[in-house]
């Protein structure tokens, strides 16, 4: 009797999936307390003084001075450039030379927003992964440290940019702060870029350089006024994070794929936006993502979109509510009205919220196993059940398939399947979308791989 329920017991952990809510089977994720120990040291403090520092540069226009005396002075985005390269050396420093610090630096030639060529410069910290496999996997979180004023040509007037972007510019830095205190498997890159306000041309050199060099980026976080703006309206309990459906690197095969099997809410992008509502319910930052499903605000572009091109799955984080009367404003009063991007306006907690949530996303990333490969679901034949394929990951010890009905928006079923490479579950293949996972001993998820049929 007792070993009859014991085998029944293991036979329905085993094929059938226990009942769990959406909220059950999203918040499952166990919590690393190194993880948990990171975000704690978290400062809006620190953030507020970086903010401040880079408010200081006066205009961070990318057509602004860069010559020697200007960056001496204080004045302009070269002195900007060098003061953030000069913080990343400090982290670096701290951790024992753990940071690579670096820069990506190339002339755009003129034009609509650039009147004559101008040197662009990316900066970047690399904390390399420690498992030398792993180490290939990289992800990367994003802020743009150019401003702009009310006139895009104008290089001599305050441009604060406190908001837009001074505070994806210090989520980059708070996340290498604290996060290069730990050590994961795989690779974080804490990325600034220039250019931003010009047509994304930092980025867009940033990307294509990654993918001529096959790197291999799992995810782009990219922060672009995420400052919660004090105004009416605000809702600092929330973060909205973009994310485009039908990729922009489709190709004809892959569109032709995605419109037969209702797959225009599953991109890479979107299965890394479900992530971090994962990681949110595991690590609760304060700040809750909102996910829009759409690559960005209407009118709007963001560097997220310059990975998405090189077919890269990347998100964009932007606060709830934005004031347009502090975004790509010169300072001034009219009728009353304060416009400017100034740091009066923007909530230091709220940017110190929005960095724990990209830091426990970074750090999950990169402590989690790679993806399972080459995932497939097998169609041969006509049955009302599911089976999937796939190939192992090296440091998986278990994987788990989670799957929604077509029209939810989050998974909300899921199954451990123990350490195999293939699993049947009882459920029509047609009426769900199913995706495997890999898990490690301490419970480390990659995000989820939504398979392609096998027929
Ligand atoms: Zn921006």
Request: with cysteine; glycine share 8%; proline share 5%.
């Amino acid at each position: 009797m007792k070993y009859t329920l014991l085998f029944f017991s293991l036979l329905l952990s085993a094929v059938l999936a226990p009942n769990m809510t959406a909220q059950d089977a999203l918040n499952a994720g166990p919590t690393d307390p190194r993880i948990a120990a990171a975000l704690k040291e978290v400062s809006a403090e620190r953030i507020r003084a970086n903010i401040e520092k880079l408010v200081s540069f006066g205009t961070r226009s990318t057509l602004s001075a860069q010559d020697p005396d200007s960056i001496a002075k204080g004045q302009g985005i070269g002195a900007a450039r060098e003061w953030i390269k000069s913080q990343f050396e400090a982290y670096s420093k701290d951790c024992g030379g753990c940071l690579e610090v670096k820069t990506d630096n190339f002339v755009e030639q003129p034009a609509d927003r650039i009147p004559k060529p101008t040197e662009i410069t990316n900066v970047y910290a690399v904390l390399k992964g420690t498992d030398p496999e792993s180490a290939k996997r990289i992800v990367l979180v994003t802020g743009h440290y150019d401003s702009r004023n009310s006139d895009n040509f104008n290089v001599t007037d305050a441009a604060p940019g406190a908001n837009d972007d001074g505070s994806g510019t210090a989520v980059s830095l708070e996340c290498a702060r604290v996060l290069s205190k730990l050590k994961f498997p795989g690779t974080v890159i804490f990325l600034t870029v220039a250019g931003e306000e010009q047509g994304l041309n930092g980025s867009k050199h940033f990307a294509q350089m990654a993918k001529q060099q096959g790197w291999n980026i799992e995810a782009v976080l990219n922060n672009d006024i995420v400052g919660g703006n004090r105004g009416e309206g605000q809702d600092a309990g929330v973060v909205r994070v973009f994310s485009e459906g039908v990729p922009a690197a489709a190709d004809d095969k892959e569109l032709k794929m995605i419109r037969g099997l209702g797959g225009e809410s599953d991109s890479i992008s979107r299965q890394i936006a479900r992530y971090v509502t994962q990681v949110d319910r595991t690590y609760n930052p304060g700040v809750r993502p909102v996910l829009v499903f759409r690559l960005d605000r209407y009118l709007r572009g963001g560097d997220h979109y310059s990975f998405n091109q090189q077919g890269y799955g990347a998100v964009r984080f932007t606060e709830f509510r934005e004031d347009f009367n502090h975004q790509h404003q010169n300072i001034r009063t009219e009728n009353g009205v304060e416009f400017g991007d100034l740091p009066k306006f923007v909530n230091f907690d709220y940017v110190a919220k929005v960095a724990r949530l990209n830091a426990a996303a970074l750090a999950s990333l990169a402590a989690a196993p790679a993806p399972p490969g080459n995932v497939r679901i097998l169609t041969k034949e006509l049955q009302n059940d599911t089976t999937l394929t796939w190939e192992a990951s090296p440091l998986a010890t278990s994987y788990e398939v989670v799957w929604r009905a077509t029209t939810e928006a989050e998974w909300d079923h899921r199954q451990d399947v123990g350490n195999v490479t293939k699993a049947s579950l009882p459920q029509s293949k047609d009426n769900a979308i199913f995706a495997v996972r890999a898990v490690d001993k301490d419970g480390h998820r990659s995000p989820p791989v939504v398979p392609v049929p096998e027929r």
